[in-house]
């Protein structure tokens, strides 16, 4: 059983920072990619942040700049630094690690709320 447990939502202002971390109860190294994702009230699900085991980062268009992924392998942990945020980044944001021979797992998600 692999488990992933997201951490860090709250409620912030907008122009605020939040600190996002999943982690995972397994070795992060057997993991290809790890995904942040997030998905507003009435809207469908989307990649937010990913990065690769060598470290090869990517994000959405919406948050290149304001938003961080990274990984520490030694504490089995993946992190979403997020700042300059605003009500638009509103969302639950889930974690999804993908292994190549296994699939994917998904943690239950962490509330982000941009609001004055």
């Known amino acids: 059983q692999v488990d992933l447990a997201e951490s860090g939502g709250g409620l912030v202002q907008p122009g605020g920072s939040l600190n996002l971390s999943c982690t995972i109860t397994d070795n992060i190294y057997d993991y290809f990619i790890f995904e942040w994702h997030r998905q507003a009230a009435g809207k469908s699900r989307e990649l937010v942040a990913a990065i690769t085991r060598t470290q090869i980062t990517n994000y959405h268009n919406a948050v290149q700049g304001r938003f961080t992924i990274s990984r520490d392998d030694w504490k089995n942990i993946v992190r979403l630094q997020m700042t300059s945020l605003k009500p638009e980044d509103t969302g639950i944001y889930y974690c999804?690690?993908?292994?190549?021979?296994?699939?994917?797992?998904w943690g239950q998600g962490t509330q982000v709320t941009v609001s004055s």
């Open positions: 999804k690690a993908h292994h190549l021979a296994r699939g994917d797992y």
